[in-house]
C-alpha cells in the first residue's frame, strides 16, 4: 500500500488493526476528556486537584501516544528506493557426497575428517549459486536421495552437519558408481518438469573402490549436466578412519587391519574419469584454498529488478523508539509509586495483655473507700458477737 512516497507493508490488513486499536483509543481520549473524579472531600483544596488532573492527563496523553506509535510500526511504513538488480540462477545443483566410512579419513587440514571439508565446499557453492534449487545424494554400500530439489539452503546445510558415516560394522565394500543410476534418475525428472532449467553436478569423494567390480559408469548423466565438478579429498600419504557406530557420537577408536591403524588413500585416477564421464572438471581439494567454482550458465542467470515494495528503507523502527521511550517512563512511574509504597509504615499492633496482669492492675489501681464511724461499729459488734458464739459454743 502506498501513499504520498510512504510505502506501507502492515502486519495484518489495515481494517482488521482499526478495530483492534479503535476500541483502546476510544477509551484513552474519553479519560483524557474527562480527567479524574474528584471527591467531596478534597473540594476545598483546588489548587491540589487541578495539579492532580494535569497530571492525570499527561500520563494518558502519554499511553495515547504510545498506541499511535504501535499502530504505526504495525502499518511497517517506509521509503521507496531505487531498482536494484538480484542475482537469480535458474538452475538445479545435485550434490553428491561420499559417505562410506573413508569420508572421515583425518587428513583434512589440521587432522579433521574429510567430510569438514566437504561441508565447507558445499558452503561455499550454496553462496556461489544464490537462487538455485539443490538436491542431496548420498553414497556407500547404497545410494539415497536424502534431499529433493529445494531452494531451502539451512534445510541442506542441516542435513550436511548431521550427516555421519555408515556402520563400520555394517560395512561389506561399496562402488564409487553406485549412486550414478540415481543421480541419472534425479537429472531426467528434473529435465521433465523444468526444461528451461539448467543442471549441475558436483561429486566429492576420495575416488576408493573397495569391491572388486569397476565402478559404474555415470555417462547417462552427461546428457543431463551443463556444469558442475568433481572433488577429490584425502592425500597420498592416506588417513586414519575412526570406527562409527549407530550413536551420536560413534567415535570408537580408529578402523584397525593387521594391527595397525587402517589408512585410507585418495585414488585421483578413478575421480578423473568419473569427471570425464560427467563432462566437468576435476580438482584435488586441500583446506588452504577455496574451491574454483564454475559460472553458471549463462542462459539460466538472470537479473531480477526489485520492484517498488521490494527495495524499501523502513521506518518502523522509528517507532518503536518511540514505544521503548514510553515503556521506559511508565516503568519508573512504576517504580517510584513502589518506593513510596515501601516507604509506607504498617500500623502498630495493640499491645494486649493476659487476663491475670489486667486483674492485678487494677487491685492496685482501686484505693479503698473511707469507712464510717457507724460501719466500725458495726464491724466491730459482729466480731464481739462471733467470738461470743465461739466461746458458747
Given at each position: 500500500m502506498?501513499?504520498?512516497?510512504?510505502?506501507?507493508?502492515?502486519?495484518?490488513?489495515?481494517?482488521?488493526?482499526?478495530l483492534?486499536?479503535?476500541p483502546?483509543?476510544?477509551?484513552?481520549?474519553?479519560?483524557?476528556?474527562?480527567?479524574?473524579?474528584?471527591s467531596?472531600?478534597?473540594q476545598?483544596?483546588?489548587?491540589?486537584t487541578?495539579?492532580?488532573?494535569?497530571?492525570?492527563?499527561?500520563?494518558?496523553?502519554?499511553?495515547?501516544?504510545?498506541?499511535?506509535?504501535?499502530?504505526?510500526?504495525?502499518?511497517?511504513p517506509?521509503?521507496?528506493?531505487?531498482?536494484t538488480?538480484?542475482l537469480?540462477?535458474?538452475?538445479?545443483?545435485?550434490?553428491v557426497?561420499?559417505?562410506?566410512?573413508?569420508?572421515?579419513?583425518?587428513?583434512?587440514?589440521?587432522g579433521?575428517?574429510?567430510?569438514?571439508?566437504?561441508?565447507?565446499?558445499?558452503?561455499?557453492?550454496?553462496?556461489?549459486?544464490?537462487?538455485?534449487?539443490?538436491?542431496?545424494?548420498?553414497?556407500?554400500?547404497?545410494?539415497?536421495?536424502?534431499?529433493?530439489?529445494?531452494?531451502?539452503?539451512?534445510?541442506?546445510?542441516?542435513?550436511?552437519?548431521?550427516?555421519?558415516?555408515?556402520?563400520?560394522?555394517?560395512?561389506?565394500g561399496?562402488?564409487?558408481?553406485?549412486?550414478?543410476?540415481?543421480?541419472?534418475?534425479?537429472?531426467?525428472?528434473?529435465?521433465?518438469?523444468?526444461?528451461?532449467?539448467?543442471?549441475?553436478?558436483?561429486?566429492?569423494g576420495?575416488?576408493?573402490q573397495?569391491?572388486?567390480?569397476?565402478?559404474?559408469p555415470?555417462t547417462?548423466?552427461?546428457?543431463?549436466t551443463?556444469?558442475?565438478?568433481?572433488?577429490?579429498?584425502?592425500?597420498?600419504?592416506?588417513?586414519?578412519?575412526r570406527?562409527?557406530?549407530?550413536?551420536?557420537?560413534?567415535?570408537?577408536?580408529?578402523?584397525e587391519?593387521?594391527?595397525?591403524?587402517?589408512?585410507?588413500?585418495?585414488?585421483e585416477?578413478?575421480?578423473e574419469?568419473?569427471?570425464?564421464q560427467?563432462?566437468?572438471?576435476?580438482?584435488?581439494?586441500?583446506?588452504?584454498?577455496?574451491?574454483?567454482?564454475p559460472?553458471?550458465?549463462?542462459?539460466?542467470?538472470?537479473?531480477?529488478?526489485?520492484g517498488e515494495?521490494?527495495?524499501?528503507?523502513?521506518?518502523?523502527?522509528?517507532a518503536?523508539?518511540?514505544?521503548?521511550?514510553?515503556l521506559?517512563?511508565?516503568?519508573?512511574?512504576?517504580?517510584?509509586?513502589?518506593?513510596?509504597?515501601r516507604q509506607?509504615?504498617?500500623?502498630?499492633?495493640?499491645?494486649?495483655?493476659?487476663?491475670?496482669?489486667?486483674?492485678g492492675?487494677?487491685?492496685?489501681?482501686?484505693t479503698?473507700?473511707p469507712?464510717?464511724?457507724a460501719?466500725?461499729?458495726?464491724?466491730?459488734?459482729?466480731?464481739?458477737?462471733?467470738?461470743?458464739?465461739?466461746g458458747a459454743?
Amino acid at each position: 500500500m502506498i501513499s504520498q512516497g510512504l510505502i506501507f507493508q502492515p502486519v495484518l490488513h489495515p481494517l482488521l488493526l482499526v478495530l483492534l486499536f479503535a476500541p483502546v483509543l476510544g477509551i484513552t481520549v474519553w479519560m483524557i476528556v474527562r480527567g479524574p473524579s474528584t471527591s467531596s472531600g478534597t473540594q476545598g483544596t483546588n489548587s491540589g486537584t487541578a495539579q492532580s488532573k494535569a497530571t492525570t492527563r499527561a500520563l494518558w496523553a502519554l499511553r495515547l501516544l504510545l498506541l499511535l506509535a504501535c499502530f504505526v510500526m504495525l502499518l511497517r511504513p517506509g521509503i521507496p528506493g531505487g531498482a536494484t538488480q538480484t542475482l537469480a540462477t535458474d538452475t538445479d545443483v545435485v550434490l553428491v557426497v561420499d559417505t562410506t566410512a573413508s569420508i572421515v579419513a583425518e587428513d583434512w587440514a589440521d587432522g579433521q575428517p574429510r567430510l569438514d571439508g566437504v561441508r565447507e565446499d558445499v558452503r561455499a557453492i550454496v553462496e556461489e549459486y544464490p537462487g538455485a534449487r539443490f538436491a542431496l545424494i548420498t553414497s556407500d554400500a547404497a545410494a539415497e536421495l536424502r534431499m529433493p530439489l529445494t531452494t531451502d539452503t539451512t534445510a541442506l546445510m542441516g542435513s550436511l552437519e548431521v550427516l555421519r558415516p555408515e556402520v563400520t560394522s555394517q560395512s561389506r565394500g561399496s562402488s564409487i558408481g553406485i549412486a550414478a543410476p540415481l543421480l541419472a534418475e534425479t537429472l531426467e525428472s528434473a529435465a521433465e518438469s523444468s526444461p528451461d532449467r539448467s543442471r549441475m553436478v558436483f561429486y566429492f569423494g576420495d575416488g576408493e573402490q573397495t569391491v572388486q567390480t569397476p565402478p559404474e559408469p555415470f555417462t547417462s548423466s552427461a546428457k543431463y549436466t551443463d556444469a558442475g565438478g568433481v572433488f577429490g579429498y584425502g592425500t597420498t600419504e592416506g588417513g586414519p578412519m575412526r570406527i562409527t557406530g549407530g550413536g551420536v557420537g560413534g567415535e570408537e577408536g580408529y578402523i584397525e587391519y593387521e594391527g595397525a591403524d587402517a589408512l585410507s588413500v585418495i585414488d585421483e585416477q578413478n575421480l578423473e574419469a568419473l569427471a570425464e564421464q560427467l563432462g566437468v572438471e576435476y580438482q584435488h581439494r586441500t583446506a588452504d584454498a577455496a574451491p574454483a567454482l564454475p559460472d553458471a550458465p549463462s542462459t539460466t542467470t538472470s537479473y531480477a529488478e526489485s520492484g517498488e515494495a521490494g527495495n524499501v528503507t523502513e521506518l518502523y523502527w522509528i517507532a518503536a523508539l518511540v514505544i521503548v521511550a514510553l515503556l521506559g517512563v511508565e516503568l519508573f512511574r512504576a517504580a517510584l509509586l513502589i518506593a513510596r509504597l515501601r516507604q509506607l509504615r504498617a500500623p502498630r499492633a495493640p499491645v494486649v495483655a493476659s487476663p491475670v496482669v489486667e486483674r492485678g492492675a487494677q487491685r492496685r489501681d482501686e484505693t479503698p473507700e473511707p469507712t464510717s464511724n457507724a460501719a466500725r461499729d458495726v464491724s466491730s459488734r459482729s466480731a464481739r458477737s462471733t467470738t461470743g458464739d465461739g466461746g458458747a459454743s
